[in-house]
Nanobody, 123 residues
Framework: QVQLVESGGGLVQAGGSLRLSCAASGRTFSNYAMGWFRQAPGKEREFVAAINWSGGSTYYADSVKGRFTISRDKAKNTVYLQMNSLKPEDTAVYCC????????????????WGQGTQVTVSS
């Protein structure tokens, strides 16, 4: 059974940092693109960041560019999202996703999705 399990969410003050992890199991994701999405209450899910299968290319939403960094450890089948300079508007449930096609992934059609982890940024 394929699973993506997120961790690392929590409550942090504005300006603080959090590091999210997404551990994949059930198969190897070494040839999959992986990414992060978020959904705030009452809002649509939005793309946050993605990384290609090799880790050589990364993509970010304009709203997080320069503050968030996505990375992956292929040996651990894990993708990370380092979030710095957090703002109250970053408050959301963050989910990771995986797909062999990064275009499919970034357009919300990924094959695999995690359940999400809550990030709350207080002002």
């Amino acid at each position: 059974q394929v699973q993506l399990v997120e961790s690392g969410g929590g409550l942090v003050q504005a300006g603080g940092s959090l590091r999210l992890s997404c551990a994949a199991s059930g198969r190897t994701f070494s040839n999959y693109a992986m990414g992060w999405f978020r959904q705030a209450p009452g809002k649509e899910r939005e793309f946050v960041a993605a990384i290609n299968w090799s880790g050589g290319s990364t993509y970010y939403a304009d709203s997080v560019k320069g503050r968030f960094t996505i990375s992956r450890d292929k040996a651990k089948n894990t993708v990370y999202l380092q979030m710095n300079s957090l703002k109250p508007e970053d408050t959301a449930v963050y989910c990771c996703a995986a797909d062999v096609n990064i275009v499919v992934l970034t357009t919300h059609r990924a094959r695999y999705w995690g359940q999400g982890t809550q990030v709350t940024v207080s002002s």
